[in-house]
C-alpha cells in the first residue's frame, strides 16, 4: 500500500447478504477507483474463497480474519467493546492510521457507537450525526441527522447545521450553501420548543450560515435548502419516505406501462427520458451515509444494498478522502466559537 493510494477498511460481514455482496461491490469499486486500496475484515474462510473470483480485486485486497461478526439484532451496548468483530476491527484501522475510511453495511446502531468509542468526537461538537447526499430538482442536497440522535436540543441541531454547511461547501461545492430546518410549517412560531430555539441560536450566533428559517417536508424536493437538519427520529422518517417514494413511482410507471398496449408503444419514444429520471431517482446511486463529528471517516450503506449500491458507499467515502473533509471540518470548527451557543440559550431562557 503506497501513499499516493487511497486506503478503506471493509466491514465484510455487516449487511443482510454478507460478504457475497460486500465483495462483488468492492469489484465494482475497484474498477472504478484503480486508485483504491482495501483492507478487508470478515470470516477468511468464507471471505477468501469470494475474493478468488475477482483476481484483479484480490490484488488491492489485503484480508484479515476475525472471528465474530455483529448482527443486526445486537444491541449496540453487547457489541461496543468486543474487539474481535469485523466491525470493530475495521473501524479500528481508521483510529490507527491504517486506512482513511471505514464502509460497513452492518448494524447501524452498533457502527455508530464503536466509531463514537473508537474515533472519539471532534472537540467543540457534542454529538456526531449521520448524514447524506440527495437529490432534489435542481441538484443534491446535504440532510442531516439521519438516525443517530433520536432527541436533540437545540444546541445539537445548531451544531448539526454548521456541520452540514461545511460539507454541502466541500462535498457539492456550493459557495453559500442555504440551510433550513425541518418543521411541520415555515411559521416561526411553530414546531417543538428545541427547534423554535435551535432557529434563533443558528440566527443569533456567529457561525456565518445562509440560514432561511424552516422548511416543511414537501418543500425538500424543490430545492428550496441545500442543507436540511432535523433531529434523527424526524430526518430517519423523512429519508425512508423519500427513498419509498421514489420506489413507489417506479413500480407504477412499470405497471402502467405492463397494462396497455398503447403505453408499450409509447414508452419507447420515452426511453431517454426514463433513463433521466431513474439516474436521478435511483436511490441505490446515494448510498453511503457518513458518520459527522468524529476524529475519522466512518461510512454506512445500506443493509440491504447490492453490489452496486455497495459500491456507491465506498465510491462516497472515496469522495470524502480526497477531499480531505475531516481535517477541513476540524479546522473549520476550530475557527468558530461553538461555545457561544450555551451563552446564547441561557440568555435566551
Keep these: ?75 449496540p451496548s453487547s457489541v461496543i467493546r468486543n474487539r474481535n468483530t469485523s466491525m470493530f476491527m475495521a473501524i479500528d484501522a481508521v483510529r490507527t492510521g491504517e486506512a482513511q475510511a471505514v464502509v460497513s453495511a452492518g448494524n447501524t446502531g452498533a457502527l455508530m457507537a464503536i466509531s463514537k468509542l473508537t474515533l472519539k468526537t471532534i472537540t467543540k461538537i457534542h454529538r456526531p450525526a449521520i448524514v447524506s447526499i440527495m437529490p432534489h430538482r435542481f441538484g443534491k442536497y446535504v440532510m442531516l441527522d439521519l438516525g443517530a440522535n433520536t432527541e436533540c436540543d437545540a444546541i445539537n441541531l445548531a451544531e448539526f447545521a454548521f456541520m452540514g454547511e461545511i460539507l454541502a461547501r466541500h462535498a457539492l461545492g456550493i459557495a453559500k450553501p442555504k440551510v433550513a430546518l425541518l418543521n411541520i410549517g415555515s411559521e416561526e412560531m411553530k414546531g417543538k420548543d ?52 421514489a420506489k413507489q413511482i417506479t413500480r407504477m410507471i412499470k405497471d402502467a406501462v405492463k397494462g396497455s398496449l398503447l403505453a408499450k408503444v409509447g414508452v419507447l419514444f420515452m426511453i431517454p427520458a426514463l433513463r433521466k429520471i431513474k439516474k436521478i431517482m435511483d436511490p441505490r446511486l446515494y448510498n453511503g451515509a457518513m458518520f459527522v463529528g468524529l476524529n475519522g471517516l466512518s461510512v454506512k450503506s445500506h443493509g440491504g444494498a447490492d453490489a452496486f449500491s455497495f459500491s456507491r458507499a465506498v465510491d462516497n467515502a472515496a469522495k470524502l478522502v480526497r477531499q480531505n473533509f475531516v481535517p477541513t471540518i476540524k479546522e473549520e470548527i476550530d475557527r468558530v466559537d461553538l461555545e457561544e451557543l450555551q451563552t446564547i440559550l441561557y440568555e435566551m431562557d
Excluded at 11 to 37: E, Q, T
Excluded at 47 to 65: G, M, N, S, T, W
Excluded at 214 to 239: K, M, S, Y
Design 1 to 75: 500500500m503506497t501513499e499516493k493510494n487511497i486506503v478503506i477498511s471493509v466491514d465484510a460481514m455487516g449487511g443482510d447478504n454478507s460478504p457475497r455482496v460486500v465483495i462483488d461491490g468492492l469489484a465494482i469499486a475497484a474498477k472504478d477507483h484503480p486508485d483504491i486500496r482495501f483492507i478487508v475484515f470478515g470470516d477468511a474462510a468464507r471471505v477468501r474463497p469470494l475474493l478468488q473470483e475477482y483476481p484483479e480485486l484480490e490484488k488491492v485486497c489485503e484480508l484479515r480474519h476475525s472471528p465474530e461478526m455483529v448482527h443486526n439484532e445486537d444491541k
Design 194 to 245: 428545541e427547534i423554535k430555539q435551535a432557529a434563533q441560536l443558528i440566527k443569533s450566533s456567529k457561525m456565518g450560515i445562509d440560514f432561511i428559517g424552516f422548511i416543511e417536508p414537501h418543500d425538500i424536493a424543490n430545492g428550496v435548502a441545500d442543507v436540511i437538519v432535523a433531529d434523527g427520529f424526524t430526518g430517519n422518517i423523512a429519508l425512508k419516505s423519500i427513498e419509498g417514494t
